[in-house]
């Protein structure tokens, strides 16, 4: 059974940092092409950042140069650290799997990947 487990959400003020964890188990791990996405109540998700099994990664405008994504494929961990947060940031993080055991690309859109976490709150306030 594939799980993907968020952990690292909280609350914070405005240029904070928050280091969000997805712990990987099942039919996949972080070798995969593996993303994070936010999503505000009433809006849709959103990609924020993707990784590759060759580490090549992807941003959204929005946080590049204060998101970092990376993954510790030992542990089967995805991350993404998050400064100099802003209001604007408060969403639920969700990561996301797309279930090979190995990709190439960058991918951040919710359609590209099958599997998701169950999400975790940040909430950045000013």
């Known amino acids: 059974q594939v799980r993907l487990v968020e952990s690292g959400g909280g609350s914070v003020q405005a240029g904070g940092s928050l280091r969000l964890s997805c712990a990987a188990s099942?039919?996949?791990?972080?070798?995969?092409?593996m993303g994070w996405f936010r999503q505000a109540p009433g809006k849709e998700r959103e990609g924020v950042a993707s990784?590759?099994?060759?580490?090549?990664?992807s941003y959204a405008d929005s946080v590049k140069g204060r998101f970092t994504i990376s993954k510790d494929n030992a542990k089967s961990t995805l991350y993404l650290q998050m400064n100099s947060l802003k209001p604007e940031d408060s969403d639920v993080y969700y990561c996301?799997?797309?279930?090979?055991?190995?990709?190439?690309?960058?991918?951040?859109?919710?359609?590209?990947?099958?599997?998701w976490g169950q999400g975790t709150q940040v909430t950045v306030s000013s």
């Open positions: 990784i590759d099994s060759d580490r090549l990664t």
């Open positions: 996301a799997a797309r279930g090979f055991l190995y990709c190439s690309g960058a991918y951040i859109t919710t359609h590209e990947y099958d599997y």
């Open positions: 099942g039919y996949i791990d972080s070798r995969d092409c």
